[in-house]
């Protein structure tokens, strides 16, 4: 079956640190790939997406590379803010190109400390 | 400004009276869907409609019903909530399968 397994947090990190924020997936065909941030009190919001092999997805600072051959999209930040304090869902869609049907990780709390 | 809304935001039952979390969203859009969030489980969809009238199970539909009259409108009914159908309840919406997501804020549901 289709699953997202991402690391357990909380990911505590200064200001500027760099972040990774591990997922891999074990799906079958070609699922498109997200990466969602869900803000203290607020729903969910599309941070990223990939939708085929090789893709980079990138928004805010925030990237993900699509890989197929380690079945992984691992988020990275070059240097976090507080701002960015929040807690970041892997997903994936089993429909190469759709966004309905996720399936997501467990999710990761990051904190950012000043 | 576009929006998924949900009411109410925070509710506290007791097990085994009837419940209706509303859902409405005013961007036009076809589908809709319901997941409830629990730690270290993540989001798990519950039940999804493609339109009007369409309505279809997701992964954990056991104890819920929706339905969708009305395009804007897509309710979640608990006919008679258990304990463990305590958990924080999004809906979302997108303009057909193949758009983002637009979740709204939550809904905090604690059945005792």
């Known amino acids: 079956g289709n699953s997202v397994t991402q690391m357990e947090g909380p990911v505590t990190l200064s200001e500027e640190a760099f972040l990774t924020i591990n997922c891999t997936y074990t799906?079958?065909?070609?699922?498109?790939l997200f990466w969602y941030v869900q803000y203290p009190g607020e729903g969910l919001q599309l941070l990223l997406k990939?939708?085929?092999?090789?893709d980079k997805g990138s928004n805010k600072g925030f990237e993900a590379t699509y890989r197929k051959e380690t079945t992984s999209f691992h988020l990275e930040k070059g240097s976090v803010q507080v701002s960015d304090s929040a807690v970041y869902f892997c997903?994936?869609?089993?429909?190469?190109?759709?966004?309905?049907?996720?399936?997501f990780g467990a999710g990761t709390r990051l904190a950012v400390h000043p | 400004e576009a929006q998924v809304t949900q009411n109410p935001r925070y509710l506290i039952t007791v097990t085994g009276k009837k419940l209706t979390v509303t859902c409405s969203q005013n961007?036009?859009?076809?589908?809709m869907s319901w997941y409830r969030q629990d730690p270290g489980l993540g989001l798990r969809q519950i039940y999804y409609?493609?339109?009007?009238?369409?309505?279809d199970k997701g992964d954990v539909p056991e104890g819920y019903k929706v339905s969708r009259k009305e395009k804007r409108n897509f309710p979640l009914i608990l006919e008679s909530p258990s304990p463990n159908q305590t958990s924080l309840y999004f809906c979302?919406?997108?303009?057909?399968?193949?758009?983002?997501?637009?979740f709204g804020p939550g809904t905090r549901l604690t059945v005792t």
């Open positions: 990939a939708t085929k092999a090789d």
């Open positions: 961007m036009n859009h076809e589908y």
């Open positions: 799906a079958t065909g070609y699922p498109s």
């Open positions: 409609s493609m339109n009007v009238e369409v309505t």
């Open positions: 979302a919406s997108s303009l057909n399968r193949e758009h983002e997501q637009y």
């Open positions: 997903a994936l869609s089993p429909f190469s190109g759709g966004y309905n049907k996720l399936i």
